[in-house]
């Protein structure tokens, strides 16, 4: 029996283009041979990972005892009133993947235990989210870390057998709806199907994803792959990345970001989720990073060549409510944990040439303390809970 599940583990492993019969777990960002090789490195002593290793277990939020603040109401937006109480939410979540990944590391179940425990009590508390159009940012951004979170730990059997159930079903209640409405342009505040910057749609449709394999769910699977791949508004890849420029002096194809011209904290951002849809269906035997002429890895050799200092060229854009005419400087350099994956991903999986994005992550390890962290490590600003991180332990090859 085990070796025939290990057989069809390899086998699966050996596959990644085929079409998933059934979902893999844990098959979101992070995966069992991610673990193992952490794993290994972190006991031969080797950097990056031992250092990442050692921020990880020396926060906070990956300790225990670990209180969680679930209450039945999130508000994004309305920033500075009392209203706004999304920190909550995103702390929590990165204490969750944070004990989570440290079970799954060390095999020390306390971790486990806490983890559960503050998925759990967000699953039977949280109802709504509010806030105007940002209620959205919640619901996608928050919504693919919390199924991150719970993915990871679904291999916990207390975890399994008590909790999953009811975090899955919060999120099938209570996010999954949000995101396909926001996707299906079912808010009335959208002027028009391209109102929205690419972020908002792609935290919408890396949720949906993320749902749908935490609750083995196609239909909400499907509805995320299928935006991604032909959705009207600016989640969809090609809106996304909105132009194939050529790279002075080479010639070579570059992918401007929809958010180019807006600045370039907020194209980062596009970046960072662009990975996160990638490796989420890439683990589940989907390649979207290689879709439409690999116009993810496009979208980053754009950014990256442009926030090291050189020239890109800039088509002008709107979508009928803002224009632009000229990339913008602002923010120029900004570096959030996303390049380990996507030099992984392209480099080293892929064997492609990827120049700029190789360089961006050395420009993104100087800027971080020579391996990317991960949630919850950096200080309070919402930019630092948009994602998990944790590049250099999770994605850096042996
Ligand atoms: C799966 O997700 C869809 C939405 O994509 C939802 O309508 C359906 O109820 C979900 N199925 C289950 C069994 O929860
Ligand atoms: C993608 O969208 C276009 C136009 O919106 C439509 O004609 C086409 O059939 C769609 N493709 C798929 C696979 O749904
Ligand atoms: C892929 O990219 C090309 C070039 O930008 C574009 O014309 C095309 O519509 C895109 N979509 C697909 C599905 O090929
Ligand atoms: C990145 O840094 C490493 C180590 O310092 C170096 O070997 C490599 O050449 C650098 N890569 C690029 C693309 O600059």
Redesign the pocket.
Known sequence: MVAVALFFQFFLLLLPQVCSLEFVHPGLMVTNANIELAKNQISAKKDPWLSSWNRLISLQCSNTPYTSSAVNTIYRGDWGTNNANVHLLWQDIAAAFNLALRWKISGDTQYADAAAKILVSWGETLQTLGGGDDKYLTAGLQGYELANAAELLRGYPPFAKNGLAIVTDMLLRVILPMNEKFLNHGEGSEHNVKHFFANWELCNVASAMAIGVLAENQTAWDFGIHYFKNGSGNGCIDNAITNIVQEPGTGNPLGQGQESGRDQGHSALGIQLLGVIGQQAWNQGVDLFSYNGSRILLGAEYFARYNLGNDVPFVPYTNGIVHFSEISSASRGNARPTWELLNNHYVVIKGLDA?WT??Y??HSLEVFYGYEDGIGSRGGASGYFDGLGWGSLLYRSG
């Open positions: 120049p190789a360089k992550l050395n």
